[in-house]
């Protein structure tokens, strides 16, 4: 279980951090329904995101900051679910990007479960 976790540990920071990427590259505009969000809170996403990032993968290097992880994890999958309710509070009729949010909530809710109850650092 542990390796599994690590691997979706590693995979998901890696997501997250392509994802602050393509924050700083595009605006809220990019996405329709995510217009809602203001662009300074948008902006604010980027390093939210590189932090939780961080968090999923430095107990590999430094074990003593396993707290880290299901924190991290818990971070990005409440951004994903304020995504996902932004995108219905819009009401949008094409809901694919809402259920890939909440998709990646749920790796993170497993990832925080795993972390805290299963396998913890």
Request: charged fraction near 5%; hydrophobic fraction near 60%; charge should be negative.
């Amino acid at each position: 279980m542990n390796i599994i976790l690590w691997i979706l540990q590693a995979l998901l920071a890696l997501h997250t951090a392509i994802g602050a990427g393509w924050k700083l590259l595009n605006s809220e505009q990019s996405i329709p329904t995510l217009t809602a969000i203001p662009h300074g809170v948008w902006m604010v996403l980027i390093p939210f995101e590189l932090i939780c990032a961080m968090g999923l993968v430095v107990p590999a290097i430094a074990p003593s900051l396993g707290w880290l992880v299901p924190l991290a994890a818990i971070g990005i999958a409440i951004e994903m679910v304020v995504f996902s309710g932004v995108h219905l509070q819009a009401g949008a009729d094409q809901n694919g990007p809402m259920f890939y949010w909440l998709c990646v909530a749920a790796i993170c809710t497993i990832i925080a479960a795993g972390r805290w109850m299963i396998s913890p650092l």
